[in-house]
């Protein structure tokens, strides 16, 4: 009887990982910049990309990927703005993975598309383990949510390219800091881009759709 | 909250590492997992426990916390993290950025044959 240690060291997620890295060239070549939307349910991601569709669709050809649980009404409400939309309802999985959005990228004409977001199921932890093959993550929190969340889930922060506050009209109404959201964030990620958000105001949309225009334009020039 | 299919895709790496040595004996594993990997250990190492004795009569099964690392924002002194909020243990103030932490895979297996 013998007895051997061997060392395997391969990744849990490589077969997702593989699907993911596969997208990315895909993208890359057709110039295509995605965004890979993370939150908790609720924080506004898509009244958020209700608006910023709205302001910048004149100037970009955009589509959208909208993941949920359950039912398509976040895609029925994005389609109504008049870009292309897919749904992609997991069915019960907490995140969306590489795989799903590989199948859901066949939908799309991706000569014709400059920006595609992808909004992740409503989850601030599993989606930050999972690349789809995105350009950037972005992490969206709402003031509603504390102002410790940065440090609560790091995960999703850590690896997010921007972080948006969302629902900054109802800050009167509550006990939150931005200094210390700032703080925290920035104790995980240094590097994050930060934007201050209200969807029902409009405060903060022009920096935020204007970082976006900037980051596709960097990626044309690229 | 996926820890259940991380552990079936464990389970499939180590098949596939075993074909390689059809006359071998799974006897244990071992997991990393990293501080910023999303994960949550102690419900990894009860599915993985559940999985693997499936396939495996008395497996053992080992996860290894990989933590990350910090950098504190007022004396710069480097430390190691594996929970929030990043303080550093010398002075107290928080960090500036987190690195690393983000391993999620089958480190080693443990086989055992006839020879």
């Keep these: 009887m013998s007895a051997e240690r061997v060392t395997v060291k391969e990744k849990v997620l490589s077969a997702n990982d593989q699907l ?7 993208l890359q070549a057709e110039g295509v910049f995605a965004v890979n939307l993370i939150s908790s349910p609720g924080s506004g991601k898509t009244t958020l990309l209700e608006c910023t569709v709205d302001l910048m669709k004149p100037s970009l050809r955009l589509g959208v990927m909208a993941g ?17 939309v897919e749904a992609i309802e997991t ?36 989606p930050a383990g999972f690349d789809l093959g995105e350009s950037v993550k972005v992490v969206l929190m709402s003031v509603t949510e504390g102002d410790d969340k940065p440090v ?4 999703a922060f850590k690896r997010a390219a921007a972080l948006v506050l969302t629902k900054t009209d109802l800050v009167p109404h509550l006990q939150f800091s931005l200094e210390r959201v700032l703080e925290y964030a920035r104790s995980v990620n240094p590097d994050l881009a930060f934007f201050s958000t209200s969807s029902y105001t409009g405060d903060g949309l022009a920096e935020w759709t204007g ?11 690229s | 909250m996926h820890e259940l299919s991380l552990a079936l895709q464990i389970r499939e790496i180590c098949e596939r590492e075993l074909e390689k040595q059809p006359e071998s004996r799974l006897t244990a594993l071992g997991v990393e997992v990293g501080a910023f990997s999303a994960v949550e250990v102690e419900t990894l190492q009860f599915c993985l426990q559940i999985v693997m004795s499936e396939r495996f009569d008395g497996v053992r099964c080992e996860v290894i916390r990989q933590p990350g690392t910090a950098a504190c924002s007022s004396c710069g002194l480097e430390f190691e993290v594996t929970q929030a909020p990043f303080e550093c243990p010398s ?25």
């Design chain 1, 20 to 26: 993911a890295a596969e997208t990315r060239a895909r």
């Design chain 1, 68 to 84: 949920d649980v359950q039912t398509r009404n976040d895609a029925d409400r994005l389609i109504r703005h008049g870009i292309p």
């Design chain 1, 91 to 126: 069915g019960g999985g907490c995140h969306l993975d590489a795989r799903q959005v590989s199948r859901a990228l066949t939908t799309f004409d991706l000569s014709n598309t400059d920006l595609l977001f992808i909004e992740n199921v409503g989850n601030l932890v599993c």
């Design chain 1, 152 to 155: 609560k889930y790091p995960a």
């Design chain 1, 211 to 221: 970082w976006l225009a900037g980051q596709v334009a960097a990626l044309k020039r």
């Design chain 2, 91 to 115: 002075c107290g103030a928080l960090a500036r950025g987190v690195s690393g932490g983000d391993s999620l895979q089958v480190s080693y297996i443990e086989v055992e044959s006839e020879r």
